[in-house]
């Protein structure tokens, strides 16, 4: 591969990699914003509803037909239900629990199974470095949530449940995170795919609402709209349609870089806007949990980048 080419792969990768790290890095804080009046199930609800018309409306000024064929409609079932109702409605409601910026930190950990998964099923095989970093990370994260128990307010079982459902939807995640990687999944056009996805997402989250919270409700307050509107439109349109053919051109492990600077940024709004009080326990888990996740990335970079994809 010649050097110009690789020079415009790298800039089709970095700009992108910055716009949506700097958004999610944001993200956790206004999904905290959202909770409150309104059921969290029914406010993912409310996001993905948005989000999906959104997304159709981009596809067709993209030139991408809407019509799916019936492997089409199963592949966005399985990201809509994984990424889109499962993943999402746990982190909404473990923010009941933690902080945004730990459920955050916990996120970091994404790259993890993004690896392992994508292994498994893309044969993209992590390094031995990787393994140790992984590990380091993990303790670093187990540091934080120590830290969590002996600070909050909340009791053991209440930090408990925030941190199991932060893990589960994280395991949400990545299962979409590399499910869309498979090349059986990718010859379908993205834009189109993300709009059935958040579209069926949006279906089954309402259901869920229906069964876990009752009947909808509505806070008619200018911030939750701001928030929602925000959350709908920057943080899951524009950053999905960013992150996922990045995704695509470097595989999920490295994709998922960006989970080891989006907690930095969580985690220094949560200390201004959620009063979260550091401690040398948590200093000591931060760093730890970064410095694994710059290990684990250190040792793949030898990792193939494949040329990108046709728009």
């Not at 090349?183 to 259901?207: C, E, N, Q, T």
């Not at 940024?265 to 009080?277: D, H, K, P, R, V």
Request: charge should be positive; hydrophobic fraction near 55%; aromatic fraction near 10%.
């Amino acid at each position: 591969m010649s050097k110009p080419h690789e020079a415009r792969i790298d800039r089709s990768i970095i700009v992108p990699f910055i716009i949506f790290t700097l958004i999610w890095g944001s993200t956790w804080l206004v999904i905290r914003g959202q909770i409150g009046t309104v059921a969290p199930q029914w406010s993912v609800t409310y996001r993905f509803a948005i989000a999906a018309i959104a997304m159709a409306a981009v596809a067709q000024w993209k030139g991408q037909s809407l019509r799916p064929n019936p492997p089409m409609l199963i592949a966005a079932t399985i990201l809509g239900v994984s990424q889109f109702c499962i993943n999402f409605n746990c982190v909404y409601v473990a923010e009941r629990y933690i902080t945004s910026g730990i459920v955050a930190t916990v996120f970091a950990i994404l790259i993890v199974p993004n690896s392992l998964l994508g292994w498994a099923l893309l044969g993209q095989r992590p390094s031995g470095r990787f393994a140790i970093g992984g590990v380091i990370a993990v303790a670093g994260i187990g540091l934080l949530f120590l830290h969590e128990l002996q600070s909050s307010s909340a009791t053991s079982g209440e930090v408990l449940t925030g941190l199991g459902l932060t893990l589960f939807g994280m395991l949400g995640a990545s299962w979409a995170n590399v499910y869309q990687a498979r090349d059986s999944v990718k010859r379908y056009p993205l834009l189109a795919l993300l709009a059935w996805a958040m579209g069926i997402g949006a279906v089954a989250d309402a259901l869920f609402a229906l069964a876990i919270a009752g009947a909808p409700t509505i806070d008619t307050s200018p911030a939750y709209w701001a928030g929602l509107t925000y959350l709908a439109l920057a943080a899951t349109v524009l950053a999905f349609s960013l992150y996922l053919p990045v995704v695509r051109k470097i595989g999920p492990g490295r994709a998922a870089y960006s989970s080891v600077l989006v907690p930095v940024i969580a985690m220094g709004l949560s200390t201004i806007f959620e009063n979260y009080q550091w401690s040398l326990l948590a200093g000591a888990g931060g760093l730890l949990a970064l410095g694994g996740m710059l290990v684990a990335l250190s040792g793949s970079r030898g990792s193939k980048i494949a040329a990108p994809d046709a728009a």
